[in-house]
């Protein structure tokens, strides 16, 4: 009898530092889901014009999921660290692992 292989673990959903335009969002959930980032910021952009949507779902994803890991030779952006410090208020936000 064969057994099934497991499928490959999904990464953490979290901001991306790495080719980020604003916040990371899109970039992260581009790395999370495997569709393209372009096509988040498409989306976001249409769900914006379509009532303003995708700007809030945007800042809540930009304020609840975590910073993604740092790459040598970035530097810290202010609202960086404002997002962070509301995620940690908010205890970890959307992102983090539950235990």
């Not at 202010?78 to 997002?83: C, E, H, M, T, V």
Request: charged share 15%; aromatic share 6%.
């Amino acid at each position: 009898m064969t057994s099934i292989p497991s499928p490959a673990p999904r990464p953490v959903l979290r901001r991306s530092r790495p080719g980020a335009m604003a916040g990371g969002v899109c970039t992260g959930l581009a790395a999370w889901s495997g569709v393209d980032a372009v096509l988040w910021r498409v989306a976001f952009i249409g769900l914006t014009l379509a009532g303003g949507a995708g700007a809030l779902v945007y800042l809540l994803l930009w304020v609840g999921l975590p910073p993604g890991e740092p790459v040598p030779g970035d530097r810290e952006r202010p609202l960086d660290r404002l997002a962070e410090q509301v995620h940690e208020r908010l205890g970890g936000g959307v992102g983090s692992p539950r235990g």
